[in-house]
């Protein structure tokens, strides 16, 4: 427990350290909701299919990059934190999850490749998961990713992005 919160406190204290919250505006407290997919439409015909792609899963924040959105079907902890700094916007957000800790890498990791990050660090510790990603300019973006079980089952999720300037 003391080694899951230590590593969850190192990342959360690199990912907002560069942030200066003294130009960000104050933002109201608001809770993130996480989109219902959408039903199948039936075909009205038997020789027409209609498909439904799911809808993309909602940023963590407001000015969020698309690799930093809520994973599908998760339970913010509460309004995320949000800062402007030199390296641009950032933010860190909890939720947890029924995905395993493994899921969620992976889905992070596909994210962040996808919008063109190279993965920097990686750490399995037990069955808690850390995955890192960043741009390639120093104060380009990055996401840092902490999943581990919570004693009730859930995966608990730690995100810390930053949009890069």
Known sequence: MMLRLAAV???VLFSLAGCDRADAPARPSAKVETA???APVPAAHTDVVAT???PA???AADEAPAFAVLYP???VDGA??????????????TFTTDATPDQVVAFYRQRAEAAGLKSVTGMNQGEARAYGAAGAAADGPSLQIVAAPSPDGATSVHMNW????
């Open 9 to 11: 406190s190192a990342v």
């Open 52 to 54: 439904t792609e799911a």
């Open 57 to 59: 899963p909602p940023a």
């Open 36 to 38: 219902a997919p959408e």
């Open 162 to 165: 930053s949009a890069g300037s």
């Open 80 to 93: 995320p934190l949000t800062a402007n700094g030199a390296a641009g916007p950032g933010g860190l957000v």
């Open 73 to 75: 079907g998760a339970q």
